[in-house]
């Protein structure tokens, strides 16, 4: 049940900008926390940015000031905009909730972002 599809992802070089969507096939406004993970090769997956159903935001610090985590939650869809990025930032990224249980299959196809010259 429940369905979590990523885009916006692509090749590009530092400094540049991406935005990412999500789009949920289901209802999202009951969630209290919708983010944005991430998982470069050989590393853990981290959380990267998330919102509340009130749209407070949180973020990583090393993202912060570059990154903006946004939702609607009428179109059941969540973005992260992505400026000024860095090669460090090469991961693929994922949406999922942010608060709760994440279940072990409601992971996506994530969307890869490389950030290279």
């Known amino acids: 049940q429940g369905q979590l599809v990523e885009s916006g992802g692509g090749l590009v070089q530092p400094g540049g900008s991406l935005r990412l969507s999500c789009a949920a096939s289901?209802?999202?406004?009951?969630?209290?926390?919708m983010g944005w993970y991430r998982r470069a090769p050989g590393k853990q997956r981290e959380l990267v940015a998330s919102i509340t159903s009130g749209g407070v935001t949180n973020y990583l610090d090393s993202v912060k000031g570059r990154f903006t985590v946004s939702r609607d939650n009428a179109e059941k869809m969540v973005y992260l905009q992505m400026n000024s990025l860095k090669p460090e930032d090469t991961a693929v990224y994922y949406c999922?909730?942010?608060?709760?249980?994440?279940?072990?299959?409601?992971w996506g196809q994530g969307t890869q972002v490389t950030v290279s010259s």
């Open positions: 289901e209802n999202i406004s009951g969630i209290y926390a």
């Open positions: 999922n909730r942010a608060s709760g249980t994440v279940r072990s299959g409601s």
